[in-house]
Structure formats: structure tokens, C-alpha cells
């Protein structure tokens, strides 16, 4: 089969500063200022064309940081990512700019992707239709509402076509029947075969949906596979760590990087 995403060893590394005044000397001195943070270590996988993948792991596993370097809105530090096609990522707080209106974010993003005049004309009225932001598309997005900025950006991605779609807790977000309008959405992109990327809390909505699991701990690959397999897994480990005492957590976490856990 065709491979659509291909990750290898990818990291991130974040440096912390505890003085805004460390980040200025650390640019300046040869001497190194600040402490490393891994938001992603090695992390490899592929999905081939047509799957959908779930990303799952508890806050701050690194979840939206892959997406974001999978979308290629934020650099991977090593490592590499092959993509097969074009991505599109809807997260909540995905490349709107504040300052423009509705349509004026529509024209940008169509214009990043190369569309011509004509084209975008014709993509426009679907992406404002699907929106429901007829009377607004003309205002500034920042004074939008969370929800709205949401179906905007919801819209924009859909509406593009894309061959790899990454959607980031974006249903999140807005009401009941614009979340069925967006999954009935997604439905339909999963029955062209397109290859999709799914990060969500919601163990329901992932096992409607998903057909494999990437399963992230402290910015690592935890499992890969099935979602018969990972699910329950998860599930499990879930109920265990939340029992766990804060300093459990803790000497859990140290053990899961060292890679003792398991
Ligand atoms: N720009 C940044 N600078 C420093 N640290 C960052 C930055 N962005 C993310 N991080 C850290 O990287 C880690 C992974 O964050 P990420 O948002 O990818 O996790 P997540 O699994 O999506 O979490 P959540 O489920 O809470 O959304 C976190 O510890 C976060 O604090």
C-alpha cells in the first residue's frame, strides 16, 4: 500500500528560560542559558493512504506538537517527516489572522495554496455556507467567538480538499449541531480514502472514527496499532494513573523516560 505519512525519530526540543532576561543572554553568550525540554523524542510512525490515526496520550504527551510539525507549522529539531500530498490542519487556534475579516482569512489561505482568482471565487460562498457565517464573514475575526473562529477554521480546511487532514480538538468547540455537520464531514472524507490525523480526549468519538492508535507518553511512542488493541490499553493504564499520588505521577513519569516503566 501507499505510505501517506512516513515520521522519523522525530524530537522537539523546547529550551525553558525562568528569567525573560536568560532567553536575551542565552542569543548573546557563547554559554548556554536555559534548560532543555523534550516535547517529542524519536518519535516514528506511518500511516498509509486512506487511514485515520488518533493520537491519544494524557496532557502534554506531545499530541499537538506532532500535528503541528506533521501540518509543518512548527519545525521539527531532528528527524524527518515525508508527507504524500498536501496536509491541512483544523485545530482551534489554527492561522487565523485576528486583524482580517472572515473573508479576507478565506482569500489569504486559498492564496497560500496556490489557488488561482477564479478558483477561490468559486470555493468562497461553500466555505462561508458551511461556516453559517454569512452576516459575519465581513467583520474582523477577533471579534469572533471561540465557536466561530472554529467553524471558520473548520470550514477553510474542509473545503480545500486536502489529501492528508489533521483535525486537533476541533470539535471540541462551537455547538452540538455544527460538530455532527463536521463529523458527517469527516465521515465523508474517510469514504474518498483520505488520510486523516485525529486528536481528541474523546475515547467515543475516536473509536467511532479512527482505525489506528498512536499512543504518546512524555513525548514518546507508547504503542501503535489497532484500536481494538491500544483502546483498552489505555483505558487501563488511564483508571491506574489516575489513582496515582502527585509524587507517583512523578517517579511514573522519570521511570516512563528512562524507558522502565514497562
Ligand atoms: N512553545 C513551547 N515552548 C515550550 N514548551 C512547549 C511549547 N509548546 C509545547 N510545549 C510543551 O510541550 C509539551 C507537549 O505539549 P503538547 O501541547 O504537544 O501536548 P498535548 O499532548 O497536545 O497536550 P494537551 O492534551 O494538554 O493538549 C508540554 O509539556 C508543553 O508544555
Known amino acids: 500500500m501507499d505510505k501517506s505519512i512516513i515520521v522519523e525519530n522525530v524530537s522537539k526540543k523546547y529550551k525553558l528560560y525562568s528569567k525573560s532576561s536568560d532567553r536575551i543572554k542565552d542569543i548573546i553568550f557563547p554559554k548556554e542559558y536555559g534548560e532543555d525540554f523534550y516535547a517529542l523524542r524519536n518519535v516514528s510512525f506511518a500511516a498509509e493512504k486512506g487511514d485515520v490515526v488518533g493520537f491519544i496520550g494524557i496532557n502534554g504527551s506531545g499530541k499537538s506538537t ?18 504524500n500530498g ?3 490542519l483544523i485545530a482551534v487556534s489554527a492561522g487565523l489572522k485576528g486583524d482580517l475579516t472572515g473573508r479576507q482569512n478565506i482569500e489569504l489561505k486559498c492564496l497560500m495554496l496556490g489557488l488561482n482568482k477564479k478558483e477561490i471565487a468559486e470555493l468562497e460562498p461553500k466555505i462561508i455556507e458551511f461556516a453559517e457565517l454569512e452576516k459575519f464573514i465581513d467583520q474582523p475575526v477577533k471579534n469572533y467567538s471561540s465557536g466561530m473562529k472554529s467553524r471558520l477554521g473548520f470550514s477553510i480546511s474542509v473545503n480545500i480538499d486536502p489529501d492528508i487532514l489533521i483535525i486537533d480538538e476541533a470539535l471540541s468547540v462551537g455547538d452540538k449541531a455544527f460538530a455532527e455537520k463536521s463529523l458527517a464531514k469527516m465521515h465523508e472524507f474517510k469514504d474518498r480514502g483520505k488520510t486523516m490525523i485525529f486528536v481528541s480526549h474523546s475515547l467515543g468519538q475516536m473509536k467511532q472514527f479512527c482505525d489506528k492508535i498512536l499512543w504518546l507518553e512524555f513525548g514518546q511512542v507508547r504503542e501503535y496499532g489497532s484500536i481494538d488493541e491500544v483502546i483498552p490499553r489505555y483505558d487501563q493504564f488511564l483508571n491506574e494513573y489516575k489513582k496515582m499520588s502527585k509524587e507517583e505521577k ?7 523516560i528512562a524507558g522502565t516503566s514497562n
Do not use: D, K
Not at 66 to 83: F, K
Not at 250 to 256: F, H, I
Open 86 to 88: 498536501e496536509a491541512a
Open 250 to 256: 512523578e517517579a511514573y513519569r522519570e521511570r516512563a
Open 66 to 83: 506532532l500535528s503541528n510539525i506533521i501540518a509543518g507549522i512548527v519545525p521539527e529539531t531532528t528527524g524527518s517527516v515525508t508527507l
